[in-house]
């Protein structure tokens, strides 16, 4: 009875590591967003609905308003993004660091393109940077979870003075894609 306990602490201790990681992203650099992207687009979420693909998974299915296209080519002004997960009457799928859409938001993202022609958002939650209007001087910033200072700010709505506490405008966001900066 002591060895088979001994042997299951010794694999837990063994894959903790892994199962902790499994819940980590890698930070991507603006670089590595924009070399790695297919598609790089600047719009508002439109609508949002989650479906159930042919395999029985549940998926969220978002429509941008595309406003500005910064890497790649669309001829529409509307865009489709998918991601695992949703919810579809009581069932509930998660992906952990998935990427989050509200209607209404304005998003920069990085996107590769699936064989359906759809977006898919390059490093899960990596692959948006949300664009809000900072009211004092009427200049907009992004930010994703690495870029742009996204820890302080709990709430980007009632942020105030942001100019001066790290934050990456969406100027300096386009400039980075477009190599005008480094």
């Avoid at 088979?4 to 902790?20: E, G, K, N, S, Y």
């Avoid at 991601?83 to 990427?99: E, F, M, P, W, Y």
């Avoid at 393109?113 to 949300?130: C, D, I």
């Avoid at 709430?155 to 942001?162: A, C, D, F, P």
């Amino acid at each position: 009875m002591k060895r088979i306990v001994t042997f299951f602490a010794v694999l837990f201790l063994v894959t903790l590591p892994r199962i902790i990681q499994a819940d980590q992203l890698i930070p991507l650099t603006i670089r590595q967003l924009t070399d790695h992207s297919q598609l790089i687009i600047q719009g508002a979420v439109l609508n949002k609905s989650c479906q159930r693909d042919p395999a029985g998974r549940i998926y969220t299915k978002v429509e941008l308003e595309v406003r500005d296209v910064w890497k790649g080519a669309l001829t529409n002004r509307i865009f489709t993004v998918v991601h695992g997960g949703g919810i579809l009457g009581d069932r509930k799928a998660t992906v952990s660091n998935q990427v989050e859409f509200d209607i209404g938001e304005e998003i920069v993202a990085f996107l590769v393109v699936n064989r359906r022609g759809e977006g898919v958002s390059l490093g899960l939650a990596q692959g948006k940077f949300h664009v809000w209007l900072e009211s004092a001087t009427q200049q907009k910033f992004v930010c994703n979870p690495f870029h742009g200072n996204p820890a302080s700010v709990a709430n980007v709505r009632t942020v105030q003075r942001v100019a001066s506490s790290g934050f990456l405008t969406l100027a300096e966001l386009k400039d980075h894609v477009r190599g005008d900066s480094r």
